[in-house]
C-alpha cells in the first residue's frame, strides 16, 4: 500500500505524515529531500529544483528508488508526501494507492511551481473520480492541533485496508 499525502508549503504534509507512517509503521519520504539536501537555502530551493527536473525528469525519482533500493512498482508500505510534479505523482499513482490532501485554511500557493502542479494533480484526480470511481480524502482544518488530533483518531488502519 502506497499512501500520497499533497498539499501547500506549510500545509503539515510532513508532520502528518510521519505521524500517520509511525501509526502504521509505514516507511516514509518527502519529496523535497533531495532538492533541500543540494539547496540549503529555502528561498533558491524552487528554482534549483526545477533547473534539475528540467534536466532529467526521473532525477527525484531516481534518488527515490536509490534510498530504498527498489523501483516503483515495488513500493508497499509506504507514505511519500510533498509532490508538486505532476509527472512524479503519476508515476506512484495506481489503483490501490491511497491519496490525502491536505487543506490547511487560509494557506496560500508558495510560487507558481506549487500552484500549476497541485492544480494539474487535483484536476486529474477529480476526473480519475469522477470518471473512474478512485476516492481519496480531502482533510480541512485551521490549525496543526487541529489536524495532529486527526492522527489521533481511529479508522487510518481501517481506511488504507
Known amino acids: 500500500m502506497k499512501i500520497l499525502i499533497i498539499g501547500k508549503t506549510k500545509s503539515g504534509k510532513t508532520t502528518f505524515g510521519q505521524n500517520l507512517a509511525n501509526k502504521l509503521n509505514y516507511e516514509f519520504h518527502s519529496m523535497s529531500e533531495m532538492f533541500r539536501n543540494l539547496e540549503k537555502d529555502n528561498k533558491l530551493l524552487t ?21 530504498f533500493n527498489k523501483k516503483i512498482e515495488n513500493f508497499n508500505n509506504i507514505i511519500l508526501e510533498g509532490f508538486r510534479n505532476p509527472y512524479e505523482f503519476f508515476k506512484f499513482l495506481d489503483q490501490n494507492t491511497h491519496v490525502i490532501i491536505l487543506n490547511k485554511i487560509n494557506l496560500d500557493y508558495k510560487d507558481n511551481f506549487e500552484k500549476e502542479g497541485l492544480e494539474a494533480i487535483l484536476s486529474s484526480l477529480k476526473f480519475l473520480q469522477n470518471q473512474l470511481g478512485f476516492k481519496y480524502k480531502k482533510i480541512f482544518y485551521h490549525n496543526y492541533e487541529e489536524l495532529n488530533k486527526l492522527i489521533e483518531l481511529s479508522g487510518w488502519k481501517k481506511w488504507i485496508e
Open 47 to 67: 528554482n534549483n529544483s526545477l533547473s534539475l527536473l528540467q534536466e532529467d525528469w526521473n532525477c527525484n525519482i531516481n534518488y527515490i528508488q536509490n534510498k
